[in-house]
Structures are given as C-alpha cells and as structure tokens.
C-alpha cells in the first residue's frame, strides 16, 4: 500500500508476497532482452515520477503548477554538460526570486532536431511546484542558453498522464543516466508493508467509496510464478490521510 499526496495507491496479490528475505540459489533463467528490460525501467520510471507528482501536487497550493520547456541555441550533446548549465541557471533564478524551487525535471532528445540534422540535442522539460509569477522576458533572460515554453498546469491530475508521455520517447537516453531529475526536499510517497497497518486502514475504506482506477494483471513473484495483482487507486480524505500517518507512527 502506497499513499502519494491524496491518492492511495493498493496492491492485492493473490499470492503472499514475502519481503525482508534472502532469495534462494535457484536455476539460472534466460536473460531478458534489452527491450524487456528498457520497457521494465520505462514502468519503474513512470510509477516513480507518477507517485513523486501525487505527492507534491497540493503541498504548494498557493502557487499554480508551471510547465516549463528550456531548449539549448547550440548543440548540446552531453547530458552531464545541460544538467550543469541548467543547475547553474537555477542557482541564478532562485537567486532573482529569493526561493528554492522545488522541480522534477525531465530531459528528453529533442526529436524534430535529430531526424533533421541528425544531432541528439538534450532539453529540459520541468514541473515547478512553487514557481512565484515572474515576466516571460526576465526568465527567458535568466536561462540565456535558448528558448523557453511555459504551460501552465489547470488540471493537476491531468499533469501526471501529461508527463508520463516523455518517458516513452527515450529510447535514445543513455541506459546509466537518470531519466528524470528532482530538486531537494519534494515529499516522498509513504509505503505501507505493515499487515497490521493495512488491515487497519482496510477498514476505513468503504468511507473511501469506489477506486477511481483499478486493474488486474499477472505480475511475476521473484521465482518467476504469475501472481495475479488487482491494483486500485483511491481518493483519500485528510483525516484519513492523518489516520495512515498516525498507525505508520505507531505500528
């Protein structure tokens, strides 16, 4: 069980699923290839930016969500040269704005730039949590490397598909680089494992009504046996929210 921000986010297996073991020696199995692999890092991505979103959307609810797209002028090749100048230039804004940004960002190859010239140019797609109002030619001014695009946010719960969508685009990022990067201090999502919490919480889930999402698939238990999943999304209230962190307090 994973709580991120409002949302609750439930696994029932309908295997038990141990945790806290050694796994035992066993057969060796054929190696995955590499697109299994690079989907199974994609879904891994895509539910950890999904949780880090959930988690962070209503902790700055003063400030409106801001979509941010940098792009270089030259061609940046090296993904460790564009997160240098990008972490410069947020050094500078935070600076202008006397804040610290809380951000995730994701940096993508900029797709029309490589199938017309060939070049695999990096640029930044960034989420800003407390971003304050700042003029389009001041901030263009800042970044001084290139372009900018700013988007507003309107539907949080929109944002999370929004970002999702990058991630599949990458099959072009290096295999041992981040795919996305986050600024200090952004609340992380809770993991519940604790029997005695769940069933708890189990509890108050009737108050909670009908998940908003859910779905069943085979999912793999770690000596390669189907486990069959349902996994469900609710939408949780503050007092409940304060519930889980009180029995995580406790238990």
Known sequence: MVVAGDYLHLYKYQQSNAYGYTKPKREKRLPNT???????????TKKQVRLLLQSNLNIHSHYRLQFVTYTFRKEITNLADANKLYKDFTLRLNYHLKTKLKYLLVPEIQPERA????????????????????YYPKLY???????????????????????????????????NKK?????RGL?????????????????????????????????KTWDGRENETTYSIYKITPDQKALLQNLKSVL
Do not use: C
């Open 179 to 183: 795919r996305f990067v986050t600024s």
């Open 141 to 175: 001014k800042i970044w001084g490397h290139g372009g900018i695009r700013v988007k507003p946010m309107n539907d949080p719960d929109h944002l999370v598909n929004y970002v999702a969508k990058y991630f599949t685009k990458q099959d072009d990022h290096d295999k």
């Open 34 to 44: 590499n697109e299994e692999k690079t989907q199974s890092h994609l879904h891994r």
């Open 115 to 134: 199938k017309k010239y060939g070049a695999k140019v990096w640029h930044f797609h960034v989420i800003y949590f407390n971003l304050p109002q700042i």
């Open 187 to 219: 609340q992380r999502p809770w993991e519940f494992r604790d029997e005695q919490v769940i069933t708890e919480f189990k509890k108050n889930l009737d108050e909670v009504g009908k998940p908003t999402f859910e779905k069943t698939y085979n999912a």
